[in-house]
C-alpha cells in the first residue's frame, strides 16, 4: 500500500472503531470441489427476470489458493477464508486487504466450517451442525463454542453478524440451505425459522448503510448462474425483490461458479460485500453497495456514556470531509497536509477515547475545521 493508502486505512478503522466502540446435509460435488445445495438446479429456472439494483461496482476481485474455500471474512486487517472440505488439508487462509496470500493454517477442533461472521471481536461460523465456534483468526485460537437452539433452523450455513438483535446486544442470523433464523450472542432463539421464500442460501452478510436497510444480502446458489444475491429487509422479514447476479465478476466460471459465503465491511469509507464464488480456485468479488453514512448507523451495542446522537453529526461531519479530502490527493501527500491529517487524527483518537460527551463533541468539531481548512488549501 502507498504512505496515502495506508494513512487512510488507519484512519477509517478508528473511524469504525468510534461508531462500534464498545464492541467489543452436505453434497459434495466431485467435479467442482464446490458444496452445492441438493435443490439448486430444479429452482433456479424460476428466478431469472429479477432486477438489480444499487452500485455493485467491483472494487477489487482476487482468487483463492486453491477451491474448497467456501467462507470468507474480514477484520478490515485481513481477510480470511475457509476450507469446507472434510479431508482439507488446511482449515484457514489468509490474504491481505488485497487479496495477497499469507499463510494457511489451522485451529484444533474446527474443521468444514461454511459461511462466517465478525463481530468487531471474533470470527464465528459452523459446520453445519447447531455449534457456533468463536474464533480469533488473527492468534488463531478456538475462543469458545455456542450451542445454537433455533426452531427449524437444520444447522448453521449461513451466518450474519446484527448488532441491532436482542435489543441492541448483538446476535446472528443464521440457518441451513433453506431455513432462516436468529439468535442471540448465547445462541439462544430470537426468530424461529421464518421460512424464506428465497432459498439455496450459502452465505450472508449484514448491510446498514444501503437506502433503506438495515438489510441482510443472502448469497444463494439460484439464476441460471447459480450466483444470485438477494436483498432481505430486515425490518419487515422480507425479501425486496432487489437481486445482483454474480456473474459478472471477471473469471467467473459459468461451468462450475455456485455460490459460497458472504461477508460486508467498511472499505475506507465505502460499505463492501465480499461474495465468494466456489470454482477453482475460488473467486472472492468486492462489490460496493453504499458510501458509509454516520447518520444511517443506529446507536451502538453498549455505548461509551458519550456516544450519543449529537455526536454522531460531527462524526458525520469529519467521515464526509476525510472521503472529500482523500478524493483530492493523489499518493505523495505533502508534509505539511500529512501534519494536518495527522493533527486530524489526533483528535478523532482523543473523541473515541474520552467518556466526555462536550470534550469528544469539541474534539471531532475541531478534527472538522482541520479537514475543511484542507479542503479550502488543496
Ligand atoms: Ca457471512
Redesign the pocket.
Known sequence: MTNNAQYFFTFFILVVLLFSASTSAQTINEQSEADICPSFKSISAKLQSESSEGIWDIAYQFSAEGPGQYGV?TDGEHIYTNDWRHDATYTFWKYTMDGTFIESFNIAGVTQIR???YDGTYFYGSNVSMTLYVMDLSNKTLVDTISVTCAGISGVR???YDPELDGGNGGFWVGNWNDLGAIDMNGNEIYANIGPTITSIA???YDPYTEGGPYLWMFTQLGSNTVDIYQFEIASQTFTGVMHDCSDAPGFDTYYGVAG???TYDNGGMFTLLADIQQDPNLIVAYELAPVHAEQLHPPVAPFSAFIPARYAQLARVTTLLAEVRAMLSDDVPEDVQATLDEVEMHVSNASATANTIYAQDQLRTAGELLEYLLATL
Open positions: 471474512e459461511d462466517m461472521a449461513h451466518i450474519a452465505g450472508s452478510a459465503g458472504a461477508a
